[in-house]
Structures are given as C-alpha cells and as structure tokens.
C-alpha cells in the first residue's frame, strides 16, 4: 500500500514536499506516479518516478514548477511543488501500477492548501 | 496530447438498472492502454478496468470494458447502491491523461 500524510497548509510562493511511504514491497519495484485532483474537479497526471534509475517525467503543466524524488532507503517517494499559487490546491494522490500501466495501487491523498 | 472525452457528464440511474459511459479519444489509443477508474466522495480512485477490457482484481461481473481505437465503453449492469461515483477514463499510451469524468447519480 501507499502510505500519505493528511493536509499541508502553505502561504503562497512557499515551497511544499509531499511524502509518499510504500509499504508492503519495495519503491525500487515500480514506477511511482502523481496525480492531482483539485476541489470539485478532476483527475490531473502530475509526473512519474523510475526509482532503478531516478529518471523522471512530467506533465508540461508542471514542469519546472515540480520535482519527484526517492529515498529508496525508506521506500519513500516526494513530490515537491514550488513557487505555490492557489491554483495549486488540491489533493495529491500517489500510484503505482504493478501489472499493467494502469495505476491499480493509489494512496490515500494529501491535501494541500495554498493560502496566506 | 491525446484528449479523452467523457459522456454525458451525469447519467441519472436507479438501483438495478445498467449503465453506459462513453469515453473518447482524440486520437487512436491502443486498446491495451486504456483503463477506467470509479471514485466516490472523499476516496482515492480504484482501478476497475485496465487494457480496455481487463477487470482489475476484486471487480465484480457487473463492470465490463469494451471498445478500440478511438471509442470506449464502461458497462455497469444492474447498479448496486455502491457504484453511485464518478468514473473516469484514461489513456496510457502517450504520457497519461484522464476523461473530465462521468458522475453517476441515484434518479
């Protein structure tokens, strides 16, 4: 399963990181995603992880803003989001997919609150 | 970017009657890399169907997946009180994107 942390409240232009703990394998077993979903609206992909390799790809709505990393030490991925406007609350679910790509493993989200 | 759309928006159903969900692409998707997720109010998604037409495991009969190409269909037979959600596609084969998502109500 994938472990998340509840709420986060940030001002704006703050910098937030988000943890994501796997339990039950190893992070180095599969590609970690990020999906963000904000109030009353839909599913939006963030970016992926290959943890063998710390290779990472984003969506181009993030890109430059975000940065996905891994501490395979503690099985645990981050998303960190930076220069935090209020566009960017929401909440951020990590996924992995460990058969097909589909993501059929998902935590249990964060919320994040951009406000001063 | 490969763009999904989803119809309708809400689809107004009672108990025990099916359901058909739409989702098209705005281009061709390898049916192996489209899947279909259902969310209820305060959850996570969960994978129902994945490769098009793949039950995930633990998804009762009553999901079916069907569709190639650039049109898709998600199939709830007989709606149990629990599949009231909003069911949302996505596509795999080029980066990843979801559908805006269909939301199925109680009528």
């Known amino acids: 399963q994938l472990l998340q942390s509840g709420a986060e409240v940030k001002p704006p232009g703050a910098t937030v990181k988000i943890p994501c703990k796997v339990s039950g394998y190893s992070l180095s077993d599969y590609h970690m995603h990020w999906v963000q979903q904000a109030p009353g609206k839909g599913l939006e992909w963030v970016g992926l992880l290959v943890p063998e390799d710390g290779k990472t790809i984003y969506a181009e709505k993030f890109q430059g803003r975000v940065t996905i990393t891994a501490d395979t030490s503690t099985d645990t991925a981050y998303l960190e989001v930076r220069r935090l406007r209020s566009e960017d609350t929401a909440v951020y679910y990590c996924a992995t997919a460990t058969g097909t790509d589909a993501f059929d493993i998902w935590g249990q989200g964060t919320m994040v609150t951009v406000s001063s | 970017e490969i763009v999904l759309t989803q119809s309708p928006v809400t689809l107004s159903l009672s108990p025990g009657e099916s359901a058909t969900l739409s989702c098209r692409a705005s281009q061709f998707i390898s049916s192996r890399h489209l899947a279909w997720y259902q969310q209820k109010p305060g959850q996570a998604p969960r994978l129902l169907i994945y490769?098009?037409?793949g039950r995930a495991t633990g998804i009762p009969d009553r999901f079916s997946g069907s569709g190639s190409g650039t049109d898709f269909t998600l199939t709830i037979s007989r709606l149990e009180p629990e599949d009231f959600a909003v069911y949302y596609c996505q596509q795999y084969a080029t980066s990843f994107t979801f559908g805006p998502g269909t939301t199925v109500d109680i009528k």
């Open positions: 490769g098009a037409s």
